[in-house]
């Protein structure tokens, strides 16, 4: 099981971003997913989740508003634009990928596998 993310970089205050995460090795569409993102010093922090067929999402109140989860089943790929960016949301930002279609806990972290991460650095 694979999952890579790509997208990140370095922006300013007020940009924009969209990263990507293609998962392999799964049946992509019987997996909820999610992203994260750690700061230095900081707990890893669960920021968005989508379900199984795209028509269910939940954000973390930090991210409400700015971020948007989206996934391509028929690219097991799933996505997340990033707007309006602060210093604050500079972090390493993880997708991961929990078996099931049950939305009865959404933002529950313990997920079955975990991508590498890509660095988000927002500079003010």
């Known amino acids: 099981v694979q999952l890579q993310a790509s997208g990140g970089g370095l922006v300013q205050v007020g940009g924009s971003l969209r990263l990507s995460c293609v998962a392999s090795?799964?049946?992509?569409?019987?997996?909820?997913m999610g992203w994260f993102r750690q700061s230095p010093g900081k707990a890893r922090e669960i920021i968005a989740v989508?379900?199984?067929?795209?028509?269910?999402?939940n954000y973390a109140d930090s991210v409400k508003g700015r971020f948007t989860i989206s996934r391509d089943n028929a690219k097991n790929t799933v996505y997340l634009q990033v707007i309006s960016l602060k210093p604050e949301d500079t972090a390493v930002y993880y997708c991961?990928?929990?078996?099931?279609?049950?939305?009865?806990?959404?933002?529950?972290?313990?997920?079955?596998?975990w991508g590498k991460g890509t660095q988000v650095t927002v500079s003010s």
């Open positions: 090795g799964i049946t992509f569409d019987t997996y909820k």
């Open positions: 989508i379900n199984w067929s795209g028509d269910s999402t």
């Open positions: 991961a990928a929990k078996f099931g279609r049950s939305w009865s806990n959404p933002f529950d972290r313990y997920m079955d596998y």
